[in-house]
């Protein structure tokens, strides 16, 4: 089998530079390397966020809660770029709005099975232009949630969530618990 850019991850230094490639399929495991990734919460006209539970089926964190969508940006992709096209591939859903929001979140985590996700994420924000149309193997339920309830689900039951959503929503809390500059 032929290995294509589409098969791969970028792989990153321990100062989250570009050290190379490897294919998608062989990076996840029990010796995950640090490479990029990028996460994206949804919202919806009405400010509603957009959560997934993960299919059963997936490699790791089989039927946890999640943010709307994660995924690796191809060598040589735009992070914006890779962030639409994923929108699509998961949700069959098209982006509108987006704006980078944690630049440079970086987490490791192992689950149950041993299995280790090792990324840096940055998280993105985008709005959603039109109705969800999950893939199956990607996706096992949808919802969308007010933002606040979803905090509150994440402090009440962490254990239901992706452990990257769990630390991604505490950032995201800090943020907009610092002030705004006067004249902003």
């Known amino acids: 089998m032929v290995m294509t850019v589409e098969d791969h991850v970028v792989l990153l230094d321990d100062e989250g530079r570009a050290s190379g490639a490897a294919p998608r399929a062989e990076v996840h495991g029990r010796h995950t390397p640090l490479h990029l990734a990028f996460s994206c919460y949804v919202l919806d006209d009405d400010g509603r966020v957009l959560v997934t539970r993960r299919a059963p089926t997936k490699r790791t ?56 996700e090792h990324e840096e994420c940055p998280v993105w924000f985008a709005r959603a232009a039109g109705p969800v149309a999950a893939d199956p193997d990607e996706v096992a339920q949808i ?9 509150r689900a994440v402090t009440a039951a962490p254990w239901a969530f992706s452990p990257w959503l769990v630390a991604q929503v505490a950032c995201l809390a800090e943020l907009d618990e610092r002030p705004t500059a006067v004249g902003a």
Do not use: I, K
């Open 143 to 151: 919802q969308w949630v007010d933002a606040e309830d979803l905090g």
């Open 61 to 116: 964190w089989p039927g946890v809660w999640t943010n709307a969508f994660c995924g690796h940006p191809r060598p040589g992709e735009a992070p914006a770029d890779a962030v639409r096209r994923r929108g699509r591939e998961e949700l069959g859903l098209e982006l509108v709005e987006l704006t980078l929001v944690l630049p440079s979140f970086r987490y490791r985590a192992v689950d149950d099975s041993g299995m280790v």
